[in-house]
C-alpha cells in the first residue's frame, strides 16, 4: 500500500507536461475546513498554497538545513536564477522543525535525521504539493551515507531499500498492527541519474540497495556507541552479509522515502567512509564538504537536462 501515487502511464518516466498531479490517499482531508501542517508553520486557511508553491517540479530533501540552503543556492546559480541581493529566506521560519528554500520550479526541504522526522515531513509535504495543485513532480533525497566496499565519495543512487534484516520493506505499527510497505523506487529516474553522473566525470556513481536502519551505533553495527554488546568478528560477519545483499550504503531515510513517495523519486547519497574498514570519519572537513557536494552536483546536472527538455518539446 502507497500513501501518494500520480495518476500516472506504466512509464513512471514523465515529461513537464503531462500534468500528472499529486494525490493523496485519505479521504478524512475532505472534512477538514483548512489543514493545518503545522511543522512547516503553513497551512490552507492562511496562505495560497497554489501561488506559493503551485510551479515546484523537483523537490530535493535532505537531511541538514544548512544543506538544503546551500543546495537551493547552488541550483539557482546553476540555473541562472541567482539573485545576488537575495539571502533565500527560510519559508518555514515560523517554526524550528524543518527549514524550506524555493528558486523556480525547486523546492529545497530539510528533514532531520532517521526515519521518524523525515516521515513527519514527508506527510506534510505531500499534501503540501497536493493542495498546490502540483504536477509532475520529482522528488529526491540527497544526503550521506556509510558505503560498503566502496571508496569514500562514491555517490550511491538507490535501486532498493531495505531493513536491517535485508528486506526490502518498511514496517509500520498503526492502531496496534503491523503495516508493512514496499520500498520500491522509480528504476528509469535512477538510471537517467546514473546517466548525468557519466556526463559529469567527476566522481565515481553506482546503483545499488540501501540499507536504512533506525539507529546510527548499533543499528549499524558500530563498535564505538555508548553501549555496544558484540566484537568485530560479529561486525565484520554481520557487514559481510551486508555486502553480500547488494547493499552499497546505509543510512537512515530511505525505507520510509520509497515506502511514502510512490511518484518519480530517488534517493542519492555520497558515500563518506568504507565501513568494512571502520566507523569513524577521518577525512578532513575540506574532503568530506566536496564529498557532500557529490549529491547535490549530479542532481543539478539531471534538473537542468529535464528543464532543458521541457523548454524543447514545448517549442
Request: charged share 25%; hydrophobic share 35%; glycine share 6%.
Amino acid at each position: 500500500m502507497s500513501l501518494i501515487s500520480l495518476k500516472t502511464s506504466k512509464n513512471s518516466h514523465r515529461f513537464l507536461n503531462d500534468a500528472n498531479p499529486v494525490c493523496v490517499r485519505n479521504p478524512h482531508l475532505d472534512a477538514l475546513k483548512d489543514d493545518v501542517l503545522y511543522h512547516f508553520g503553513l497551512g490552507t486557511g492562511t496562505h495560497n498554497l497554489p501561488a506559493m508553491f503551485g510551479d515546484v517540479k523537483f523537490v530535493c530533501v535532505g537531511g541538514s538545513p544548512q544543506r538544503m540552503k546551500s543546495f537551493i543556492e547552488y541550483i539557482a546559480a546553476e540555473l541562472k536564477m541567482e539573485d545576488p541581493t537575495s539571502e533565500y529566506p527560510n519559508i518555514c521560519e515560523g517554526t524550528d522543525r524543518y527549514d524550506m528554500y524555493k528558486v523556480g520550479p525547486v523546492l529545497s526541504v530539510s528533514h532531520g535525521m532517521g526515519v521518524p522526522s523525515i516521515a513527519i515531513m514527508l506527510h506534510e509535504l505531500i499534501k503540501l504539493l497536493h493542495y498546490a495543485r502540483c504536477t509532475d513532480v520529482t522528488i529526491i533525497r540527497i544526503g550521506t551515507s556509510g558505503g560498503i566496499g566502496l571508496e569514500p565519495g562514491t555517490v550511491v543512487v538507490t535501486k532498493q531499500a531495505m531493513d536491517a534484516t535485508f528486506k526490502p520493506k518498511f514496517e509500520q505499527v498503526i492502531l496496534g498492527k503491523t503495516v508493512v510497505r514496499n520500498t520500491d523506487l522509480d528504476q528509469s529516474l535512477a538510471e537517467e541519474l546514473l546517466h548525468c553522473s557519466k556526463e559529469l566525470k567527476q566522481f565515481d556513481t553506482v546503483i545499488g540497495n540501501t540499507m536504512c536502519t533506525m539507529d546510527f551505533y548499533e543499528g549499524q553495527a558500530r563498535l564505538d556507541g555508548a553501549f555496544c554488546f558484540y566484537n568485530e568478528k560479529d561486525k565484520q560477519d554481520y557487514l559481510r552479509k551486508v555486502s553480500e545483499a547488494g547493499i552499497c550504503n546505509i543510512e537512515m531515510e530511505a525505507s520510509v522515502f520509497a515506502a511514502m513517495c510512490k511518484l518519480s523519486a530517488a534517493v542519492v547519497c555520497v558515500t563518506l567512509l568504507d565501513r568494512l574498514k571502520g566507523d569513524q570519519l577521518s577525512s578532513s572537513h575540506d574532503v568530506l564538504h566536496s564529498y557532500q557536494q557529490r549529491p547535490q552536483m549530479l542532481v543539478s546536472c539531471y534538473i537542468k537536462k529535464r528543464l532543458s527538455e521541457a523548454r524543447l518539446t514545448s517549442v
